[in-house]
Each structure stands twice: as C-alpha cells, then as structure tokens.
C-alpha cells in the first residue's frame, strides 16, 4: 500500500475515533449491565409467585384478566397483554391513553387459575430505577428519536474506524509477530500494541454488535414505516371507519384463539389492543412467535377483528423488520442463556480497553507535539 493512501487511512481512522470514543465508552460501559438485566431484574424484584395448585386446575378466560385490571386501575384503558413461560399468569398494561408517555403506565401480573393480581409495577425499587436511567443512557441519551439518531451516527462512524483500523493493521503487521506485545519499549508502544492486537481479536464481534446497535436505533423511523405502508394495507378496508370505542373492545380471549388456529406451532408473544402502536383502531394484535429456537425471535402478528373475532390478516414482518428484530439479541447476547451473556460481557471490556487505548494514543501523542513545540519554542528564543 502507498504512503500516501495509508496517510489518508490514518486520517480517516483517527477523526472517525475521536469523535465517537467518548460516546461509545458510555455505550460499552452501560452496556455492561444491561448484558445482565434480567438476571439483574430477577435479583431485584424476583418473579411473581403463584400460590400452589394442583397442575390440572382449570385457567380462567383471558377476559377475566383484563377486567381485573380494569377494576385494579379504575380510569384506565388497556394497552397489552404479554405472556410469562414458567407460569400460569400474565401481564396487563393499562393507562388513562392509548400513547402514554414514559411511566404513565402500569403493568399488572395476573393469575391466569384466579384471575386475581400477584404484583403491580407500581412501586419501582432503587436497583430498577438504576436500570432504567442506564437504559435510557444507552439507548437515547434522555433524547428520544434525536438521541437515537445520533448515537446511530456514532455507531456508523465506529464501523468505519473498525474498517480503517483493519485496513491500516495489515501493514503495520508486517514487521512484527501476531500477538507481539512490545513490553521493552515506552508505555504508548505498549498500549499501541494492545490496540492493535485487542482490536483485530475482537474484530468480529466489534461488526456484529455496532451493526446491530445502529439497526437498533432506527427502530422508530422502521416500525414507523412499516405502520404506513403494510399495516396500511392490511387494514384499507377499515382506513374510513370510526375507531372502535373501549367499551366496544369484543373478545380478547376469542382473539387469541382466533390467531393459534391461524398459526398452529407457534405462541403469542404479546397482545395489542386497538388504539395502540403495535395495532391498528379496529383490531387485536396478536404477535405471534416462532415455536422453537431459532425461530423464537420471529414475530408475525395476526390481525383480529375486535367486533367480530374474526382474522382480518397476518402476514410475514418485512426484511427490514426481521432485522430490527434479530438484530436486539445480537446486541446484547440474549439469545443463549448466561454463558453467552457472560462471554459478551468479556468481549465488552475488551472493547472498552480498545476505546480507552485509542484515547490514551491520541493525548500522548498530542501532549509529545505540545513538549516538541515548546522545547522549539525555548531553541528560538
């Protein structure tokens, strides 16, 4: 490679670090415990727990659990119902609108043998608060879609140093020994050495986690899209009618039946009552799962007619939304139980040292040039 085109990949790595190391370190280092969540979730607030019974006892209509959360939470409409996999119970979110703001929500884990609550997410405890002002860091900066955005265009400009830094690795390689850690020479040689040799080790993992970090910050403008054109389309016959009042919410028991018969081998994830973002004003969505492993992450919702319970449509998510999708586990290793979690989580400090090196390179070599300018300086006086 030419002098001048590893000159220009010098300039493209160094500017492309600097401006998002900073950002990036607050992504690797709250990304941290966010590997952990629900483990962390599990330690502070436990699973609820479900008075014993015996295993034949008959489960009560999903009906009942949603007017028990009516009753429980007098002024409010519901929103979703989510599923637990261990136990006979699930979640009810309500809220006084159909776009609640953050917090302005409550979550009610019903029992599915008594139709009566076994926690509320009311009262959120020191280690959840925590967890949610990391989240919020990781994802948009307390910024909303701006924030996404932005730390979108920091991921993308990560990408590229990782490109510019295997690009300018190869030569420099040349004249040492993969692996070589020069520990006779000066500190900044030493941590250049571990750059270089953490970077390229970890270089896969380093693509596939600010790849999927930048997918995950158009989750918005995605999901927004998709509102507009598919759902849209699956929905024109009702674009002229008048959106379905909550009194008039039919059956969401019925629903659920309705989308297992339409996608035998599969599970409901979630449902979305009319009026929210994941619906439509006239329907049920019952977002549907994958049956085994690796088609768990899939989602395909069943649109259920909420006066009829009758299935409107349910069609295949889109290329671009499988992507979003698949791309959140990726990002955090959730896919393979704790021993993956864990080698992410190893793979996250590496990244961390990465970033920290780089910065620690750049301040010695600006502070040698200030040392050189002065001692120019003193030669000329």
């Known amino acids: 490679m030419k002098s001048g085109t590893i000159r220009a990949w010098h300039v493209v790595h160094k500017w492309t670090s600097l401006v998002c190391t900073v950002f990036l370190l607050m992504l690797c280092i709250t990304g941290l415990p966010l590997i952990f969540h629900d483990e962390i979730d599990a330690l502070a607030e436990g699973e609820p727990r479900v008075p014993a019974m015996a295993t034949d006892t008959p489960l009560r209509s999903y009906d009942d659990m949603v007017t028990t959360a009516m009753r429980l ?17 699930v979640n009810v979110t309500t809220a006084k609108s159909a776009q609640p703001g953050d917090g302005e929500y409550t979550i009610t884990a019903i029992d599915l043998r008594t139709a009566e609550p076994i926690g509320s997410s009311d009262e959120v405890g020191t280690v959840g608060m925590i967890m949610e002002v990391i989240l919020r860091l990781h994802v948009d900066l307390f910024a909303d879609l701006p924030g996404k955005l932005f730390l979108g265009f920091m991921g993308f400009l990560f990408l590229i140093a990782t490109i510019s830094g295997v690009v300018l690795y190869a030569p420099f390689m040349r004249k040492l020994d993969f692996a070589t850690v020069r520990h006779d020479r000066s500190a900044q040689t030493r941590w250049l050495d571990w750059h270089n040799l953490l970077g390229i080790v970890t ?6 986690v ?6 995950n910050t158009l989750s918005d403008p995605m999901f927004d899209f998709w509102r507009a054109n598919q759902l849209a389309e699956l929905i024109a016959p009702y ?15 019925k629903a659920l039946e309705t989308a297992r ?14 009026g929210t973002r994941f619906s439509s004003e006239h329907h049920f969505a019952v977002w549907m799962r994958g049956g085994t492993a690796a088609t768990a992450e899939l989602l395909t919702p069943a649109l259920i007619d909420t006066k009829t319970g009758e299935l409107t449509a349910m069609r295949t998510m889109p290329w671009y939304m499988l992507a979003l999708r698949l791309s959140q586990p990726f990002h955090f290793g959730d896919y393979a139980g704790l021993p993956l979690k864990i080698l992410w989580a190893l793979l996250d400090i590496a990244a961390i040292i990465i970033l920290w090196s780089g910065l620690k390179l750049w301040l010695g070599k600006r502070k040698e040039r200030n040392s050189a300018a002065r001692v120019s300086t003193q030669v000329l006086a």
């Open 73 to 89: 939470n007098p002024g409010e409409r519901p929103l979703f119902m989510s599923f637990y996999e261990d136990i006979p119970a």
């Open 203 to 208: 270089l896969a993992w380093v693509s596939i």
């Open 210 to 215: 600010g790849l999927t970090g930048v997918i």
């Open 239 to 253: 674009k002229d009618l008048d959106p379905v009042p909550v009194e008039q919410f039919g059956s969401v028991h």
């Open 261 to 274: 018969a339409a996608a035998p081998g599969t599970q409901p994830q979630f449902v979305a009552f009319p």
